[in-house]
């Protein structure tokens, strides 16, 4: 199958990196050890958090729904807006950046088929509000807001505002402009999206944040982008059933992944870099980012032991990153594993044209492909690093379309699921948010959080000394 | 002066952090090596390397030139697209999102007072090449190539291809859509643009691409896009003056931040993130992030001896990474020191709307602002990172504006030189780069390169069992 993603471990054994990489020895009890996690995350699988395995199937009513949504919408507006934050926003982005136009909002309505311009709004600056007001027509623009609590102040301070905005302005054919998908009981967001007959998704209750990009999340926007869902779900079944044929190293690929990173980790490889060499696929790392240190960094392990875990994932871009980052990787602490994603055919070719022969350093560009110079950069990248005792590892993808994303994205979830298992603790909950979280609360006076405010209140004041 | 950028450096010490934290003592310890680090770079300051702390003059023939350049520009283009990567790229786009609306290009021509609309094309990527083509309208672009070596095969390629089709539309006229930015004589580039009578500005010696944002790699695309580009240059004299001041951490801001982080590498903290909570300044840290990491991360130091020293710059958006990355900064390892750029005064206010008095969990948002959510969840991030005791500093900008964001660079270059001098390292060099272009000229068959295509051949082949 040409389709198929492809994990290329090689750079990450010592015969390549020296003693910064594993032996075959070490290959072979790693594979025990990751046979341990495998077979505990087969057991798992659509139980508890871990729902999100489960929904690979294309031919449910809900899809067929979301499908004629999308349709609606694209027929009425020019602009879909996401509400949203963390998983509710990453998943989206990830996959507009991959499967649209890489100028999808410039070009002009025609070129787009139709398609809605795209926003994501996940962040609660005033400036970056107003902007994005500044510029939407409201007539022809339809919300999404995403938050699976249901109550996720960012996201509902938004919602607050636009929903405002839209009822002062449309009555109650505001509700034509507001698209709700949140969990089917859980927060305020279902009950008042019932209140005010907002047509709803359901975020199923097993399904995280962070790994909802294959519900409603991410398959709304999808949808209503053109992209096609049931070959992205296709791409993710064909993954998820590879993984589960097979619990060793050698034949699974996210296994090995995760086993390679857990081993780097214990040896002090504290930072996973992503590092796609496409575009397409700069916020696949974003989302990525999320999902890796979201998920393992923990402080506690699941017999409750001080472990404080969790390695840090760096986004890099080729060939871009090169001029930024190449240099600290190929000649600073060696406490990186990096990852790149390749690409073996753009969906698009320019040639570098000619006319400057007289000087042979510009010259020899000429009559090559950017695709050649892309693609030679990261083999170089990936040769320099070597050669210099980093060990890297790389993901190869056929072309970048809707099945290999799907793929990508199973990949990487059930990678960090393998992980969390072998480090032994649990990769579905954030615990750590939540003091921020209160804090904030007590910061703008809610009801219920005075006793943290008073906490607040008592932690020693900032010294003047030590701010110049 | 209110404008003043603030360091506060608190919540480094252990009095918050308990034992990951610098006592009082430490800071003693720490200001005499600070104040032989600071006093090197003072007597460095405009030679070799550091032509760029010179560079804060605003009334100079060339600042003259720029803007009457830019001020041409907007009078006769709709587009401005920089050709260039990494230090040619970075300074103009986080000039460009910190001080322009933040959908700029999204304006219709009336609301952007006809300055240009804004791209910076950093990477080869065939798909984005032909994106950019697809929505450009040549008849009303002008595009500047910029490269300081003036051989960077990135860019010269996007030069090649750009330049051969405007010769095709506009023949002895394309000039006229074309600006160069370059070393006065290093390269082919200069030879090209005289050979075809372009418009020129130059990139002085001593300036490297990562410190060029105030020479016109910075300037003329600021100029462009009626960014006060005097009143950056006072901001970045402002911060030079006030570190020339003092060889103090307690009272020189970029001693002080390059001096905590330096004592925190050698407690095992490798990771410094960069976390601005302002969308405007998001692109600031990608600026920081090459500045930081291809300064520092260096092999050997200045006696030769091999080090491998390097702190690994992180970049996070708050609130937004709140939602991603906070969980493992609060409860992962002890491996980071987490960097806030606050604003006091965001440039729009944004008011959250009330009416769901019956759900206490949204309602107590209403009435509050956008300012005050953001403002408030910064803070709160702050405290539980410190409850947690996780080392964090914090600039404080009275607002986002061209005098202040002058600050901010200059403070994080001083900041890098500092930090070099501390490291014993060359700050200004990049010799790890140096493999992966050699590889990709093998690998593209340049001519002299036969040498490191034969070495790239006898590299041993991968083993097919490791790709799955």
Redesign the interface.
Known sequence: MENRL?????N??S??VGEEGFTPDDLVNLDTLAGKASKSVKESRGKGMMGWTELTSSNTSEIADIIVTANKIKNKFDAFVVLG???S??GPMALFQALC???H???PAT?RNNVPKFYVE???????????L??LDLDKTVFNVITKSG????T??QF??I???L?AKYGSKAAEHMIATTDSKA??LI??AQDEGLKTFVIPAGVG?RFSVLSPVGLLPAAVLGIDIKAFLDGAKTMSTKCLLSDSI????AL?SATLQYASMNRCK??SVMMP????LKLMA?WY??LW??S????TNNTGKTV???Q?P?KA?G??D???????????????VVTFIGVES???????????DK????A???G???????S??M???E??LT??KRPNNKIVLSTVNANTIGQLIMFFMLETAYAGAMLDIDAFN????E?????????????GYEAKASE?NA??A??P????
Chains 1, 2 share one sequence.
């Open positions: 492809k994990f290329d471990f090689n990450m054994l015969q390549y934050i963390g998983g926003a990453l136009h890489l100028r909002n410039e070009l070129l996940d962040n609660v600056d005033p400036e970056r509000m107003q902007s994005l500044d510029i109550s996720t102040s960012e509902m301070s607050l505002i929903n405002d905005i009822k927060g305020n009950k008042i944040g050698f034949n699974n690929p090995a504290n930072i060499y496409a575009d397409s974003d980012c999320q240190g979201e393992l960094g923990k402080a404080n875990v969790g840090t760096v871009l060939v871009t090169q001029h930024s980052q190449i240099q600290l990787y190929v000649e600073g602490p060696f406490d990186k753009y969906r698009a070719t320019v040639t570098i044209s000619g006319g400057y000087y042979p350093s510009v020899f560009l000429s090559h492909t950017l695709n050649e110079l892309i030679a950069e083999l170089a990248t040769y320099a050669r210099n954030q615990p750590g948010v003091e921020g979280k209160n804090a904030t609360y007590a910061l703008l006076g809610r009801a607040i932690w020693p900032k010294d000394k030590y701010i110049i």
